[in-house]
C-alpha cells in the first residue's frame, strides 16, 4: 500500500522546507501561475519577482546572493522562458521525491548526505510533504540530463550531467507546475 500523502500547511511546509533546503546552497520558491506557457512564470520565480501566493516561507541560500553575477540579482541566469524549458526534462512525481532529497547531498548525491541511512525515511516524508501541495495532475521538470531519456531516472543518487540554469559551476533542481502554482527547489555549487 502506498504512504498516506502528508496534508500540508503553513507550519508543516517550513519544517520540510528546513528540512531539505535549510542548509547548504539553495533555493526554494513559490509563485503564482499566471500564463498558458508555464516556462514564463518559471523564469518570474528564477528572477525574483514573484511572491508565494499562500505567503508561506521560501529560501534563498545561494552563493554570491548579494554579488549581482546574472545582473538580475539573482542567483539564475536571465534566460528567456524557451531557453529555460529547453534545460528542463520533464519526470515522474517520485523521481521528482527522491530528487528533492538528493539535492541536499554534495554533487546532489543522497549518499553524501551525513546520516543518509537514519534520516532517509524522515527525508523522503519532507519530499512528499514539499510536493503534496502541488495538485494531483502537477508536472515536474528537472535539469537533471538523465531525465532527458527516462522520466523514471532514480535521481537519488544520480550519475548524471546537469543543463546548468545559474551563475554557478553546476546546479541541480527541480520545477513544479500545477494549475496555479510553480516551485523552484534547486542547488548550486562552487569550487
Partial sequence: MPEQEPAVDADSWNAALLDLFGGGWTFAQVGPRC???????????????ASDPRRWAS???????????????????????????????????????????????????????????????TLLMSSRTILSRFDVGSRFFTNAADARRNPDADLLNPDTEWDCLSVCITDCGLVAVSDTEIGVFWAFWED
Fill in 35 to 49: 500564463h498558458d506557457d508555464w516556462r514564463r512564470d518559471v523564469t518570474t520565480v528564477m528572477a525574483l519577482k
Fill in 59 to 121: 529560501l534563498n541560500y545561494a552563493p554570491g546572493v548579494g554579488e549581482n553575477r546574472s545582473g538580475t540579482n539573482s542567483p539564475f541566469l536571465p534566460w528567456s522562458p524557451e531557453e529555460t524549458g529547453k534545460s528542463l526534462h520533464e519526470i515522474g512525481m517520485e523521481s521528482a521525491g527522491r530528487l528533492l532529497v538528493a539535492l541536499q547531498g554534495e554533487l546532489y548525491q543522497a549518499f553524501n548526505i551525513p546520516d543518509f541511512e537514519q534520516r532517509k525515511e
